[in-house]
């Protein structure tokens, strides 16, 4: 029974597209995609980034941070028509994001996504996207709101 249970939980697992690259912008770092059907994945990603606070109490520095968003591929039905060799998509997407700031501070908050993909007849993808985060800052003896907007990003993957 374990074994039974073991290879239907691989195969499922074998059988969803995923894909591994970078995302290059205002936020750098390493990006995990894993399809759910052909209308949902997980986006997963983790590197580094530019932030600010809207009450300006640290500016504009460096971060390292980690965003998990579930997105929505082709949410309305809506396509594109001009489709040669590979695929067009779009994805609008919600979840969450935190971090550190280089000046002793941490962040969590509210992740959204919104983006274009390209699929091609071969195993390379590419995307740009907009994640804007928005909510909490903690830093030396303070709290404040917290938000990135700065955050449009060009995504290279290898899909397997």
Same mark, same amino acid.
């Given at each position: 029974m374990i074994?039974?249970?073991? !290879?239907?939980? /691989?195969?499922?697992? $074998? &059988?969803?597209?995923?894909?591994? %690259?970078?995302?290059?912008? &205002? @936020?750098n770092?390493? #990006? $995990?995609?894993? =399809? @759910?059907?052909d209308s949902n994945m997980l986006e997963i990603e983790a590197g580094f980034g530019c932030v600010g606070g809207i009450d300006n109490a640290f500016g504009y520095i460096g971060s390292i941070q980690a965003a998990v968003t579930?997105?929505?591929?082709?949410?309305?039905?809506?396509? @594109?028509?001009?489709e040669h060799k590979g695929e067009w998509h779009w994805y609008l997407g919600?979840?969450?994001? %935190?971090?550190?700031?280089f000046n002793n501070a941490g962040f969590i908050g509210a992740a959204g996504r919104a983006g274009v993909e390209y699929?091609?007849? @071969?195993? !390379?993808? !590419? #995307?740009?996207?907009?994640?804007?985060?928005? =909510? &909490? /800052?903690?830093?030396?003896? /303070?709290?404040?709101?917290?938000w990135e907007a700065t955050a449009l990003a060009l995504g290279v993957r290898y899909k397997f």
């Open positions: 074994a039974v249970v073991a !290879l239907v939980c /691989g195969t499922m697992a $074998y &059988a969803q597209p995923r894909a591994i %690259g970078g995302r290059l912008g &205002a @936020f770092g390493v #990006s $995990y995609e894993h =399809g @759910f059907g579930y997105d929505w591929i082709d949410p309305f039905g809506a396509t @594109f028509p001009w919600v979840g969450g994001a %935190g971090g550190y700031v699929d091609f007849w @071969f195993p !390379l993808q !590419l #995307s740009i996207d907009f994640r804007p985060v928005v =909510g &909490a /800052g903690l830093w030396n003896g /303070g709290a404040g709101c917290y």
